[in-house]
């Protein structure tokens, strides 16, 4: 299989729909469909079903093999496992600490783990998947020493859910939302590093302001504070903006013209004109982002 298959595989098998892996993959839906077929007619076997609508992995797209070490170690009630492709105790211990760790962690915060085992599955892809009580990593990722404390305990935290239970994505996705504010944010905050963590994250985002009085909406580079684009709207009083999802397309709402420029936030361009009403406020946009609302007057 190549990369992209497993890509395909995973995005099929988190999202559970062609259509939630077409969108979180960015293809188009009948590509996504064309190389699953292919990687199950090279298998010989088929990898989902469909079950009232969704697609459901069946029990053989579970099944991983390679000559592994086994370690083992009893975490509660639950059993720690590590397979790893070439023998490393001092490794394996290290995984099976942090299993217990934050197997306990998160059973004090949420409730029970749902499955008997947790197992760290070494994997000769660069991987960083969360299956439904294991995990594939890639034999590089499990030797850094912040994935235990990192990308680990992201991984182990979705057996709550994301492993059993889905998103759909056409209304967010709130499972990697809550991940990574559980995993990522919560252990960082522990560290006394809670506050580094969020600058880092906004510093990943784009800023858009709208400034009326020379028509344009300007985009402001969170790190340096500087204003580094500005898009035209080519309408007086632009006084809000909504973004899409996927930060492409913005909506201006215009207040005297009593109008929406649509903006291609990518390219820096003004799409269109549409004439609302005589005046119009606020402007929001539908969670699948094919709807606007206007306040109109
Ligand atoms: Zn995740």
């Not at 190549?2 to 293809?27: D, P």
């Not at 492709?85 to 783990?113: H, S």
């Not at 709208?210 to 309408?235: C, F, H, M, Y």
Request: charged share 20%; hydrophobic share 40%.
């Amino acid at each position: 299989m190549r990369f992209r298959q497993i890509e395909v595989f995973h995005a099929v098998y988190i999202s559970g729909s062609i259509t939630g892996a077409s969108r979180a993959l960015h293809v188009s839906q009948p590509s996504v469909s064309k190389i699953l077929q292919h990687t199950e007619a090279q298998l010989g076997f088929a990898l989902f079903r469909r079950l009232k609508g969704r697609l459901v992995p069946t029990e053989e797209a579970h099944l991983i093999a390679a000559p592994f070490t086994e370690y083992s170690r009893d975490a509660g009630a639950v059993k720690a496992f590590a397979f790893l492709r070439k023998p490393d105790q001092a490794l394996a211990d290290r995984y099976l600490d942090a299993t217990a760790q934050y197997l306990e962690m998160y059973r004090g915060l949420l409730g029970p783990y749902p499955y008997s085992k947790f197992a760290l599955v070494e994997n000769f892809w660069e991987t960083g998947y969360g299956m439904p009580s294991f995990t594939l990593l890639g034999e590089q990722i499990i030797r850094f020493p912040f994935i235990l404390h990192s990308s680990y305990p992201h991984e182990l935290l979705h057996n709550w859910w994301g492993n059993g239970v889905f998103v759909d994505f056409a209304g967010g996705n709130w499972c990697e939302g809550l991940t990574a504010y559980l995993a990522d944010h919560l252990i960082a905050e522990q560290r006394g590093q809670g506050a580094d963590h969020r600058r880092a994250i906004l510093q990943k985002v784009t800023n858009y302001v709208t400034t009326e009085n020379d028509k344009t909406v300007s985009i402001i580079d969170p790190v340096s504070l500087k204003i580094v684009g500005s898009v035209p709207t080519d309408q007086e009083q632009s006084h809000m903006l909504a973004v899409t999802r996927d930060g492409k397309r913005g909506y201006t709402a215009n207040v005297g013209p009593g109008t929406v420029s649509v903006l291609d936030l990518e390219a820096k361009k003004l799409v269109k004109i549409i004439p609302i009403a005589k005046m119009t406020q606020r402007i929001s946009l539908s969670v699948d982002d094919k709807l606007a609302f206007l306040e109109a007057e």
